[in-house]
């Protein structure tokens, strides 16, 4: 394990503020763009993600591709964004990297994930305080993308 050799990004080290993080492999030209609150932590957990990817059973990157930490590079632009613009400006990256050649890997992660209960679009936040669910929301998050149903997650129905 080379942890000698830091995962090579820009800026260094990383803020601490919200940021889009660009994930880049350019020999297999693959890229991996999503929107944190942390630019620090997250880059920590994405260089742990490339170093420990073949100890795990679980990557929490699908389409990882093949390399070493020296092959990745990590970029950290709109620093100070906020969470309502996050999404938009993902996309809109991802666009722009895709017209120039690169594969996106990784999946979706949402800024503000939207849900809908009883016909109503609102965020997980918003429906757990409205329907006073006392389950944490890593728990309720992670139960609707096993697959679970949103009332079920959320509690409101028994899961059968």
């Known amino acids: 394990m080379a942890y000698d050799t830091p995962l ?29 609150t942390n630019a620090r932590g997250r880059a920590a957990v994405l260089a742990s993600m490339v170093r420990h990817r073949k100890k795990t059973k679980r990557n929490h990157l699908r389409d990882l591709p093949e390399g070493d930490i020296k092959d990745f590079e990590l970029m950290a632009v709109n620093i100070g964004l906020e969470k309502s613009k996050g999404d938009a400006m993902v996309e809109r990256y991802q666009r722009k990297f895709t017209k120039s050649g690169f594969k996106l890997f990784g999946g979706p992660r949402s800024a503000v994930p939207l849900i809908a209960v009883n016909g109503k679009r609102m965020t997980l936040v918003e429906a757990m305080a409205t329907h006073k669910v006392k389950e944490n929301y890593q728990t309720v998050y992670r139960r609707i993308q096993r697959g679970w149903s949103v009332k079920q997650a959320l509690g409101l129905e028994d899961r059968k």
């Open 8 to 36: 090579k990004s820009d800026p260094t080290p990383m803020p601490l503020k919200p940021a889009i993080l660009i994930l880049t492999h350019k020999r297999k030209r693959a890229v991996f763009i999503s929107y944190t």
